[in-house]
């Protein structure tokens, strides 16, 4: 007997899954799914946002109880009516936006929920040793006493992973887990999940990702619109095989996109200076431009002053220098430059973190589409907003921009991170501004709303729109920009052309190597 990566083994799955379904309301999630996933190996789970892998995953764990199926864990039927259910099963889950309480230390967050009695130091102590020995035995290094607040993402993407280690954790569910990593992070936490393998651990992997699927797991279900529709083993499929599988039809895996006709300059930025609310100088004396008809984009290591460049042309944080727009000086600092100033000027902003800083995730839909637009003449009747017109607009924006489901009244927390990004830059988008600003466009996002994101923007910029675009993707960024800025330490570190470079001469500009030594 073979398992589903051709190598010889009478054990029973890991994790069975036999019919499982689940409706919540008139949306059915998960339609009568089965799935098998052998020990030791790392297999991954892929499919459009919607298409109903978390909610699985959130049955496996404990989070939602399944209508109808069964679950088997090492070949032995179990109920799992709580997450406590499934760590007792040796299952634990990393979430795509972390669990963790951030003025707590790192040790604190271990043995949260899992102390060994009223007195908090025998278990502190007993969990610093753990921690010592997981993290030698498994290359999970992190300081036990660094508080979650002053440690990056990767390093609390880390914690995660001890967290459910030290619960003893034989199986790993990880859901997008590079959403929010640079490159560089995500290169070392698979290097830290084959190692899991290597030790006998079964990873089960959730990613829109094909290229993180194609390096790094064993096998791969695909999932559409909550039924399960293929489970192959990786080294027989490839991208675009799967692509297809996720989204059902033919994915252009490029931006289609025709040269760039640059005119005029909409955005002149002048020695631009931000000092944050600490007295760090985060940008330090900037100058760009981007021209009508352009994607100008700006590559970087995340923390080197993109999201504050970002903030202070989206009016979310002052500063000094000169900003123009088609030759008119924007305020920097006071009431001229806030949010709703620059909307007034025709700059729409697609923020990086559509959750904290896009959407209201309580409020409807229909209330998120009017979010910082809502003193539009359009909207409103008299004094008070119309919202039968806002609804109907929200409807026709969902249906132009394929929002999943189709629902003005869903309250955004409960659309997938792709859907609530569509929100976004559909509203932002359909503003027709001068000016887009887009920070992370595809975070969290599947391969198909991917393409049809890049799309929407290339068509703006088709339109005589100038764009600024902000992403950690280096492939994102030589498939839509026309010209490519990076940042270091709050600089510009040079431009280039995407056809006249490469990702080695941008990864030594993003590292801090100056222009003629690149």
């Given amino acids: 007997m073979q398992d589903d990566t051709g190598r ?56 939602y109880r399944a209508d109808a199926g069964e679950i088997f864990i090492a ?52 969990a610093r040793a753990s921690l010592i020995d997981l993290a030698q035995e498994y290359g999970l290094n992190v300081d036990p006493d660094a508080r979650i607040e002053e440690i990056g993402v990767g390093m609390q993407q880390r914690v995660e992973i001890l967290k459910a280690l030290y619960r003893q954790a034989d199986i790993l569910i990880l859901d997008e887990p590079t ?30 990702k094909l290229r993180e ?42 931006v289609d996109k025709v040269p760039a006709t640059p005119g005029k300059a909409v955005l002149q930025i002048e020695n631009l200076h931000v000092v944050d609310d600490k007295g760090v100088e985060r940008l330090k004396g900037i100058d760009l431009t981007v021209r009508a008809g352009e994607i100008l984009g700006i590559a970087g290591v995340a923390g ?19 900003i123009r727009l088609n030759g008119v000086p924007l305020a920097l600092s006071g009431p001229d430059a806030d949010g709703q100033a620059r909307r007034a000027q025709h700059i729409a902003h697609v923020p990086e973190d559509r959750q904290r800083e896009g959407l209201i995730m309580e409020f409807h839909a229909w209330e ?33 921009f394929d929002v999943r489901p189709p629902d003005p009244w869903l309250a955004a927390k409960n659309f997938s991170g792709g859907n609530q990004q569509k929100v976004v830059v559909a509203r932002e988008i359909e503003r027709n501004p001068d000016l887009l600003l887009v920070g992370q466009p595809t ?46 330490d709050g600089q510009i570190m040079g431009e280039r052309l995407p056809g006249r470079t490469d990702e080695k001469e941008l990864g030594l500009l993003m590292a801090g190597v100056n222009g003629e030594a690149a």
Wanted: charged share 25%; aromatic share 4%.
């Fill in 8 to 63: 010889p083994t009478t054990a029973a799955p890991a994790i069975e899954l036999r019919g499982i379904s689940k409706a919540f309301g008139p949306v059915q999630a998960n339609k009568d799914i089965s799935i098998r996933v052998m020990p030791g190996t790392i297999h991954g789970i892929i499919g459009e946002n919607g298409a109903g892998k978390s909610t699985l995953m959130s049955i496996l764990y404990g989070f």
């Fill in 75 to 126: 070949g032995k039927k179990t109920e799992i009516p709580d997450s406590q259910a499934a760590i007792a099963a040796g299952i634990g889950m990393v979430f795509q936006h972390f669990k963790l309480v951030e003025n707590f230390t790192v040790l604190e967050n271990i043995i949260l929920g899992a102390e060994d009695g009223r007195l908090l130091k025998p278990s502190l102590a007993k």
């Fill in 179 to 208: 959403g929010v990593l640079t490159p560089a992070e995500a290169d070392q936490l698979f290097r830290i999940l084959h190692r899991l393998r290597e030790e006998g651990k079964t990873i089960i992997l959730i990613t829109h």
């Fill in 213 to 254: 699927i194609m390096d790094t797991t064993d096998t791969v279900s695909v999932m559409r619109r909550g039924q399960m529709t293929a489970t192959v083993k990786t080294s027989e499929t490839g991208p675009e095989h799967l692509a297809e599988l996720m989204v059902g039809r033919k994915v252009l895996l490029r």
């Fill in 304 to 322: 080197n002053g993109q999201s504050e460049l970002l903030e202070v042309l989206g009016g979310m944080r002052p500063g000094t220098g000169s």
């Fill in 368 to 400: 998120n589409v009017a979010f910082g637009y809502h003193r539009d003449p359009a909207y409103r009747s008299g004094p008070l907003m119309n919202n039968a017109v806002l609804r109907a607009d929200t409807e026709a924006k969902m249906e132009k």
């Fill in 443 to 488: 975070r969290g996002v599947d391969i198909g709303a991917i393409e049809f994101i890049h799309k929407q923007i290339v068509a703006l910029r088709d339109q005589g729109k100038a764009i600024l675009l902000v992403s950690v993707e280096l492939e994102e960024i030589f498939g839509l920009a026309d010209r490519i800025a990076v940042m270091f």
